[in-house]
């Protein structure tokens, strides 16, 4: 019996697994969005030391893993077992407390539990079951977990962002989203279009506004789904980048001279490009889509 055949008939059914497997793979995430940048922190500050011939002065930081060791509880160590890291179910069992110290847990962790199950069974959903499908899995759980460390750090790993942009043209030498030539070019002209910016901005006004990691990302989105997709992605983030801006700084008193990260309206306008670009250019933009 053809088991994916069973699954792409049953779509309940295939929902219902990916959604509980989106759930695993977002306390993972959540893992990988407090770690990474812990780790990186230390191989920045080694790296530092090295160039400048600077001798340790005392032991680095034991930074965990993205494996291991265990997680704990950040207020009082406590180790958390395996019944206490069940996505969500576990959360809402212990109320959003330590079960040692009762401190609470904040609510981040489970939401992106369930923000990567929801949008994990909509790439399902929207593009069935194939090696297209299986590789936008991996994109969505890459940008949730490149926003979350952008919006905490204001970075964009390397770690992720140039491994995510070689997958992309590999996928598409098979022309799974889009051909390799388009591919390329929109790898290229991702990255020179918001290093044009950032340059041009910093000419006018002295000052930087985005980092080079942003420059990446829009460059692996190019990768992936073709020059083709720029335009909608610059339109949809920049758009949404100031909304969120502007009811931040009016409705919330944001000091507008901090900085706003960019990298998380860049994955998802990506995202909604992804799986929506053709059917949002094709019937709001015609003009555009007559170069896709």
């Not at 460059?219 to 949809?236: C, D, E, K, R, V």
Request: proline residues 5%; contains cysteine.
């Amino acid at each position: 019996m053809d088991y994916l055949a069973v699954l792409a008939i049953n779509g309940a059914y295939l929902s219902l697994i990916v959604g509980l497997f989106g759930l695993c793979v977002g306390s993972f995430l959540n893992v990988v969005i407090h770690r990474l940048p812990q780790m990186l922190d230390v191989q920045w500050s080694a790296q530092c030391r090295e160039l400048l011939n600077i001798e340790q002065s005392e032991e680095p930081p034991d930074v965990p893993g993205l494996f291991l060791p265990r997680s704990r509880c950040p207020h009082c160590g406590h180790q958390i077992s395996a019944w206490e890291n069940i996505p969500v179910l576990s959360f809402l069992w212990l109320r959003g407390r330590c079960y040692e110290c009762k401190s609470r847990i904040a609510w981040r962790y489970p939401l992106i539990e369930i923000v990567t199950a929801v949008l994990s069974v909509i790439v399902i959903q929207q593009l069935g079951i194939g090696w297209g499908s299986l590789l936008a899995l991996g994109l969505t759980w890459a940008l949730i977990a490149l926003s979350v460390i952008d919006f905490d750090r204001q970075i964009l790993p390397d770690v992720i962002t140039l491994p995510l942009l070689w997958l992309g043209l590999l996928a598409n030498l098979f022309g799974l989203f889009t051909d390799l030539a388009s591919a390329v070019v929109g790898a290229v002209a991702g990255y020179l279009i918001l290093w044009s910016v950032y340059h041009g901005f910093r000419l006018v006004t002295g000052k930087e506004g985005m980092g080079y990691g942003d420059f990446k990302l829009l460059a692996t989105l190019g990768a992936w789904l073709g020059w083709q997709s720029l335009p909608l992605i610059l339109l949809l983030a920049s758009a949404i980048g100031t909304i969120i801006s502007l009811i931040l700084i009016i409705g919330r008193g944001r000091d507008r001279h901090l900085p706003i990260p960019f990298g998380p309206y860049l994955a998802g306008a990506g995202w909604v490009a992804m799986l929506w670009g053709s059917t949002i250019t094709t019937r709001y933009f015609p003009l555009a889509s007559l170069g896709g």
